[in-house]
């Protein structure tokens, strides 16, 4: 077999191609969707490969430094992996939020004994969890939050070019906020049912005061569960909602994050 094409072969072009390669990779291994362990591994090679075949020509006539040595090309790389993964790390947070109210959920209501294996986080989570996650990814797509992350991804490269990583000090600071949202988006998003649950085992307390032969540990778990269920249905509207407002804002800071990498830091 001939090898000419290797000589034909413009070096500057294949260096660029395997950073916007590898800055592709990162939003594949992670983002929901796009990472889902549920989709096959060379399905996610595939869309990776195709989108750094589109983004690259894009792309070409950005000035980059032809690395020197096997070290500053994995400079390059994992400055690029850090960008794609920031976006998916992000956005896995956010449904860790949503989990973390399922948990909290189930811990009130008493259901928790209930798990379930998610093949997504390859571990067992209380069934309010997987029920929420679902949901939420079922308004993650259907509200096009597939199409924001992979435009946030192209928007990248209008900002920080391949290999114009200049610093990486703004990134945990942004996970360290996102970490923090995530709390506050389990809590008001359990609020309402752990309201329910909780006035539901106040009544049911009082009741046992004043009919001690009730039984009333098995009418409470029944009642905590029957409560909890009807009032997630209830308020799984305004989850929706906190949902989408919550991935707006964290794509916005993901995405101030990604620029401020190609940003000049100052003296310090």
Do not use: C
């Given at each position: ?6 000589e ?12 916007v ?5 990162g ?10 362990v ?21 792309q070409i ?21 850090v ?47 997987q ?34 990583v ?8 942004t ?8 709390y ?6 359990a609020?309402?049912?752990l309201?329910?649950?909780?006035m ?23 009642l905590?569960?029957?409560?909890s ?40």
């Amino acid at each position: 077999m001939s090898l000419a094409w290797l000589e034909e072969l413009d070096l500057n072009q294949f260096f660029l191609f395997s950073l916007v390669l590898t800055r592709t990779s990162g939003l594949m291994l992670l983002a929901p969707i796009y990472g889902s362990v549920q989709v096959p591994v060379r399905i996610r090679a595939f869309l990776a490969v195709a989108l750094a075949l589109l983004i690259t020509p894009i792309q070409i006539n950005t000035p980059i430094e032809f690395p020197e040595n096997v070290i500053d090309y994995a400079i390059y790389a994992g400055s690029e992996l850090v960008v794609g993964l920031t976006l998916g790390v992000g956005l896995l947070i956010l449904f860790g939020g949503i989990q973390l109210a399922g948990q909290l959920i189930s811990m009130v209501s008493g259901i928790s004994l209930a798990n379930v294996f998610n093949p997504s986080f390859g571990g067992t989570m209380p069934v309010m969890s997987q029920f929420l996650y679902l949901v939420m990814l079922a308004v993650f797509t259907t509200i096009g939050g597939h199409r924001l992350v992979m435009e946030g991804l192209l928007d990248t490269f209008a900002s920080v070019p391949p290999g114009g990583v200049t610093q990486l000090a703004g990134i945990p600071e942004t996970i360290n906020v996102l970490v923090a949202e995530s709390y506050v988006l389990a809590l008001r998003a359990a609020a309402p049912i752990l309201t329910a649950v909780l006035m539901a085992i106040l009544i049911t307390g009082l009741i046992s005061r004043t009919m001690p032969q009730l039984n009333i540990l098995a009418v409470g778990f029944g009642l905590n569960s029957m409560i909890s269920m009807s009032t997630i249905f209830a308020s799984l509207g305004g989850i929706s909602w906190l949902f989408q407002a919550k991935l707006e804002m964290y794509l916005e800071h993901l995405i101030e994050a990604i620029h401020n990498l190609g940003s000049i830091p100052g003296p310090i």
